[in-house]
């Protein structure tokens, strides 16, 4: 791959006839990446790279460049002798704006947006992470230690099903979980910590593969601290929430270095305490070894444990034996934790080539019990679960990234190499007795899971249109010991994936962009699925086709549309619950993104996010084809406002309509409308005083709903029908904070 890229390099640079030269963009003594360079003189433009650094072409002394980022004050530099052989650009921050977008200037526009959205109304839990994400809706459904269930673009994603996640190029999907195929806990990241939200819809990205099937997310935490901070959160519930980011290095130009401390305890609304808690820590180091490499370093650990009250039915709420906040049975509950070790090294190698690598281990433990249809299958035990495993994780990222100047257009050559090792021992699925005796297992053994990957990518850019065609391949090793089998049985299979993609991109002016990506994609799954006999398909496709555009009709207005397409082959679902296969055949799903961003003012910011989504399965006759718990429409946004006297806070919504909760559709999950508020003041530079209202308007709604058969102690037959978890109630916070 390498020796391919280098290949391509020395072709492109024997045809190239542009003068260039290099510069750094750094900001308080940090290089800057992303940063947009535009020689006004003759149209050529740049982006800095990870290190800050960049190339631009058709160049000489007398130009005038033009420097800029979204939350950096714009410059602009007339270039020397003097500059050219020493070209570093110091950006000074400022408030995002809306008006300093310019469509043609960013890497990813719709990424830049969200970017907008996350400084101007900053996240306040590990719960609104995701919420980020235009038309990404979540629910939790177990005391608050479970994973978030997900939906996004008509799937219901589960756990991670469907929708990449990584965090600092370190992947949070967990492959053949105990609980389920992409489960994805990212309750280790720190809010605080985030600086940057990437994220793209539908499997159109060469760089991305396993679990990209809706879409990716990717969250890149800082590199730094402006300053060091504590904060208290207290509130109903018996919640409390401390925090603290300590700077242990003032920013300097060679290294820097931050600590981040998370702990959280809260009983929950529910008449049964959770008796939640989670410890969050981690450590970052980042080094710069000279002027072409840097060094960085993130040790991050974190455990939870909670108790749960299940999902309920709707039967016993209505006739008065429980309420909303009861439980059938309140022993249910787990314990989780996760440890992470993750190395990142950026360099410039031999012909201007920038390549970014990252090493990872992550030790994970996960420990769930659950009971879901209470004494349906066990009339004198009750009905709970164990889910239980113990994961070792290891793999590896490497990039490769080479821009060439032609005459009359550029090249930006990608390429990467990917390798993921999986060791999951003790995978359990058993029936147990009020989380302590174990009555029988249903599945126990060993996954030893591998998957390489390897990518190109080619970004043509002509000017105003830029063409973009990349290739993925994808390798699967699957080996499965099962530790019930009275003889040694291991299972092994492998698999391939090839993955083309091809993207276009028009700037019709600075004010309104068209895109038009296709891809393929698959379906991620369990190795207990792939290495079940009566699966033909293990990775199968997925067709995808998006068209829309992001227009900007006025300076405080931007406006996107997407139309979208998805065909799959089939989604075999593994249900860790049960332990069994269901093969869903054929689907396809269809639908309109629209999105509006619009700044007020200087001080107040309007953001809002709508998806109509029709999802499908073709193998089922009309009327009997609904894809249970699908979103068909969905909408979220906000009002925020900041710094204005002192203040900033925000009043955000989220609306998903009745979807189907079968395939006929004639047992619908009740949609909900939730409003949450927050408000914060600075007496000063160092105080901050914050409320948090969640459910300002108290209203009472179902957050995650499951169509179950369920048969409880005292009953003769079992009953199918909705089980609910409730959202959570008028819930008030107040955060006290200090920044030294």
């Avoid at 949070?172 to 910590?193: C, K, R, W």
């Avoid at 070792?392 to 009359?408: A, P, R």
């Avoid at 269901?582 to 799903?589: D, H």
Wanted: proline share 3%; net charge negative.
């Amino acid at each position: 791959m390498k020796k391919l890229l280098l290949l391509f390099v020395m072709i492109g640079t024997t045809m190239s006839l542009s003068a260039q030269i290099k510069g750094t963009v750094v900001s308080n003594n940090q290089p800057i990446e992303d940063a947009y360079i535009y020689n006004q003189t003759s149209k050529s433009h740049s982006h800095s790279n990870q290190l800050g650094q960049f190339e631009i072409s058709n160049t000489n002394v007398g130009d005038v460049l033009l420097i800029g980022l979204l939350g950096y004050e714009k410059q602009e530099v007339t270039l020397t002798d003097n500059l050219i052989a020493n070209l570093v650009i110091d950006l000074k921050p400022k408030a995002f704006m809306l008006d300093e977008l310019v469509l043609s200037q960013p890497t990813d526009v719709l990424s830049s947006i969200v970017q907008i959205d996350l400084e101007t109304n900053p996240i306040n839990s590990s719960q609104e992470i995701l919420r980020k994400v235009p038309g990404l809706i979540i629910g939790q459904h177990a005391g608050g230690g479970k994973a978030e269930q997900l939906f996004l673009r008509g799937f219901d994603i589960d756990h991670g099903t469907d929708v990449a996640l990584s965090v600092d190029g370190m992947p949070v999907n967990m492959v053949s979980h105990a609980h389920g195929q992409g489960y994805s806990d990212l309750h280790f990241l720190i809010p605080e910590t985030i600086e940057k939200i990437n994220f793209g819809k539908g499997p159109y990205y060469s760089d991305h593969g396993d679990f990209n099937t809706a879409g990716f997310v990717d969250f890149r935490t800082k590199s730094s601290l402006d300053n060091s901070t504590i904060s208290f959160t207290t509130g109903q519930f018996n919640t409390l929430r401390t925090l603290g980011m300590f700077n242990l290095l003032e920013n300097k130009a060679s290294q820097n270095a931050y600590v981040a401390l998370e702990y959280i305890e809260t009983d929950g609304p529910f008449e049964s305490p959770q008796n939640f808690d989670r410890l969050n820590l981690m450590g970052k180091y980042n080094a710069y070894l000279n002027d072409n490499s840097k060094l960085g370093l993130t040790v991050s650990h974190f455990t939870s444990k909670w108790d749960a009250s299940g999902q309920i039915p709707v039967r016993e709420v209505n006739n008065g034996n429980i309420s909303n906040f009861g439980a059938i049975d309140d022993t249910e509950g787990g314990y989780t934790s996760r440890s992470n070790v993750n190395v990142q090294f950026s360099t410039i190698l031999d012909n201007d080539i920038a390549m970014q690598s990252n090493v990872f281990y992550s030790k994970y433990n996960f420990e769930l019990y659950s009971n879901f249809t209470f004494f349906l299958e066990d009339p004198v035990n009750g009905d709970q679960i164990k889910q239980k495993e113990n994961r070792d994780i290891f793999g590896l990222n490497t990039q490769f990234n080479k821009e060439v100047n032609y005459n009359s257009f550029d090249i930006n050559y990608t390429a990467g190499l990917g390798l993921r090792f999986d060791d999951i021992k003790d995978i359990e699925l058993s029936h147990t007795l009020n989380r302590k005796t174990t009555l029988d297992y249903i599945q126990l053994g060993d996954v030893y899971q591998r998957n390489m990957n390897a990518f190109v990518n080619a970004e043509i850019d002509l000017g105003k249109f830029s063409i973009t065609p990349g290739l993925r391949l994808e390798y699967f090793n699957f080996q499965y010991n099962n530790k019930l089998s009275e003889t040694y049985d291991l299972q092994t299979n492998t698999e391939v994936a090839v993955l083309p993609k091809l993207n276009f991109q028009f700037n019709q002016n600075e004010n309104l962009q068209w895109f038009l990506k296709s891809g393929i994609g698959f379906h991620s799954n369990d190795a207990r699925i792939v290495l079940n006999n009566e699966v033909d398909k293990a990775l199968p496709k997925a067709y995808g086709v998006d068209f829309g555009n992001i227009w900007k009709p006025t300076q405080k207005i931007v406006l996107n549309t997407t139309l979208w397409y998805l065909f799959s082959e089939e989604e075999f679902v593994y249900v860790g619950d049960a332990g069994i296969v269901e093969p869903s055949g054929e689907s396809e799903r269809y639908g309109l993104d629209l999105g509006v961003r619009f700044q007020l003012n200087d001080y107040f910011y309007f953001n809002t996010d709508a998806t109509f989504t029709k999802a499908r399965s073709l193998e089922a006759e009309d009327g009997e084809d609904y894809i249970p718990l699908a979103p068909d429409f969905t909408l979220v946004g906000g009002l925020s406002v900041k710094d204005f006297h002192k203040f900033s806070g925000a009043i955000n919504y989220r609306y998903i309509d009745d979807r189907p909760a079968n395939e006929d559709n004639s047992i619908a999950a009740e949609g909900y409308f939730v409003t949450d508020f927050n408000l914060n003041y600075s007496f000063n530079k160092h105080w901050k005083l914050g409320v948090i209202i969640e459910n300002l308007f108290d209203t009472e709604w179902k957050e995650t709903q499951f169509l179950t058969e369920s048969r409880l102690e005292n009953e003769v037959a079992p009953v199918e029908e909705i089980h609910f978890t409730p959202g959570t109630p008028f819930n008030f916070r107040t955060t006290l904070s200090y920044s030294f």
